[in-house]
């Protein structure tokens, strides 16, 4: 009997993507392609107020209610879904290039280098990301651009300690002493072939934190430190509709809220998914 007799057949579901995960990897591209053409599928200007339409619920005209202000929510989530998207992107470009240059600045150096970065993460550490974030706005003043860049610090130790875990094991392989035997430089070894073998596996992790991060600024627009009026994030509308709770109309705060709920976990889920295959390879 042959090798190839004795081979074990493909499993058909090998290379499939689990239920769930296709379920919030569609719900994602929805979502993503709502905020593209948020312009075109809103029924209403974001911004457009109508006082004599105050706390409407659902009904023909307005699908989702409004807030108190007349403001159409479903026009308003829709936009919305723009800055709470593209921000925790901006965020995460920044932590990346920080986090992933002092990992795999510590990790290829050694020594003193690496016992500087460590400590200095382990310090950043020392503060909760949120607590820093807001000492951080205390002093440059509230605003999203102010919230994007102090988060994508808070995020940056966590980003450099899993990098420089990744390069340590990347840097011992084989092929790297080979290239210095060619007679390759360190810095062109590190740059060329070390820094994208990490990719993949770098990239999967962001993807896991893109949730938080869409999380941790939709919190600083609650308390008021993010998004400022009149924007339509997320985090903001559901600060705003919190008084209309207290007269019975739930909406104003149960949609963006929502909103925020299903993209996170869908993000989650895919998140993992990916880490794990990109990971893998």
Not at 115 to 122: H, K
Request: aromatic share 8%; hydrophobic share 55%.
């Amino acid at each position: 009997m042959t090798a190839t007799a004795l081979a074990p057949a493909p499993s058909p579901l090998r290379g499939r993507r689990p239920l769930g995960v296709a379920v919030a990897g569609a719900f994602l591209a929805l979502v993503v392609l709502a905020a593209v053409f948020a312009p075109l599928l809103a029924p209403y200007a974001p911004d457009a107020i109508d006082l004599s339409a105050s706390l409407v619920g659902t009904g023909g005209e307005h699908l989702l209610g409004t807030d108190s202000s007349g403001q159409d929510l479903l026009s308003r989530a829709l936009h919305g879904a723009r800055t709470s998207l593209i921000a925790p992107v901006l965020l995460l470009a920044v932590a990346a290039v920080l986090g992933i240059s002092l990992g795999v600045l510590a990790a290829w150096r050694g020594g003193w280098v690496d016992a500087l970065v460590s400590r200095l993460t382990d310090v950043m550490y020392a503060f909760p990301g949120l607590l820093f974030t807001v000492l951080i706005i205390a002093v440059f003043g509230a605003g999203m651009t102010t919230s994007v860049l102090a988060l994508g610090l808070a995020f940056t130790p966590t980003i450099a300690k899993y990098t420089r875990s990744l390069a340590l094991s990347e840097a011992r392989k084989p092929y790297v002493d080979a290239y210095r035997v060619l007679g390759m430089g360190g810095a062109r070894i590190c740059a060329l072939h070390v820094v994208p073998n990490l990719g993949r596996a770098v990239l999967g992790y962001l993807v896991v934190l893109f949730g938080e991060a869409l999380m941790s600024l939709a919190t600083l627009s609650y308390l008021g430190f993010g998004a400022q009026p009149p924007s339509s994030d997320w985090g903001l509308m559901v600060q705003e509709g919190q008084a209309a709770v207290v007269q019975g109309a739930l909406l104003p705060a149960m949609v963006p809220g929502t909103a925020i709920a299903l993209v996170v976990v869908s993000f989650n889920v895919v998140g993992v998914w990916a880490a794990d295959r990109l990971g893998s390879r």
